[in-house]
């Protein structure tokens, strides 16, 4: 009578967890309609990433023209605003030309090299500001960088350059004043200040801003 009474009460509690066991699926299961763990991580990495746009660089400061022809990646710094950085460099030809010593004068500043396509358009119209207003006492001054002094002399030649040019054979001055891009042009007021500045190359007409902003007072024409 015990056995049979204990068989009994077995399958009693058998049938009351199943029971709950159903319940429990029903109330508590997974939702059909909603994809598992395994949805999620089925996605591959890249296409998280493929979502979000690229950052795109923007040069910033300064005046550019869309002429620029330099390859480093680099934008100058113009320094507008600021004193011009220090330049003393030897002279083609013989001497030094040393800024500090222009104090009192507009000087216009150009960093380039004889191989550089713009480079070579700009100096005729370099040529021509530079005779126009040498009575306002402006001084326009070329730095060549990294060549030999000979090949900087016949590229002078060859355009009849009528200013000085500089050798900036090791890039020590290119890099003090963020020269990159070339050509690139400085504008410096009487009292040391740098004004405006451009990547080249540049026309007859953002040179004449340049220089109007250097020479108050004077009408500059391109």
Not at 57 to 63: E, I, K
Request: a negative charge; aromatic letters at 6%; glycine letters at 14%.
């Amino acid at each position: 009578m015990g056995s049979r009474l204990s068989i009994a009460a077995g399958l009693v509690a058998g049938v009351v967890v199943a029971f709950v066991l159903l319940v429990a699926f029903i109330f508590v299961g997974p939702d059909p309609g909603r994809p598992g763990p395994s949805a999620a991580s089925s996605a591959s990495p890249g296409a998280a990433a493929s979502a979000t746009p690229l950052a795109t660089a923007v040069p910033s400061g300064g005046s550019s023209s869309p002429g620029a022809s330099g390859g480093s990646g680099e934008i100058a710094n113009f320094h507008i605003g600021q004193p011009a950085p220090a330049l003393v460099v030897p002279q083609v030809g013989g001497g030094t030309i040393d800024l500090t010593v222009l104090k009192g004068q507009p000087v216009w500043i150009n960093f380039m090299q004889t191989t550089c396509e713009p480079c070579i358009k700009e100096f005729p119209h370099m040529n021509g500001f530079a005779a126009r207003y040498s009575e306002q006492g402006l001084v326009v001054i070329a730095i060549d960088i990294r060549e030999e002094e000979g090949a900087v002399a016949a590229f002078a030649q060859s355009l009849n350059a009528t200013f000085p040019l500089g050798l900036d054979t090791d890039g020590a001055a290119q890099r003090a004043w963020g020269a990159f891009g070339l050509p690139v042009h400085y504008w410096i007021d009487k009292d040391g200040v740098v004004q405006d500045g451009a990547l080249g190359g540049i026309g007859p007409d953002i040179m004449a801003r340049g220089l109007g902003k250097i020479m108050p007072g004077v009408e500059v024409t391109p």
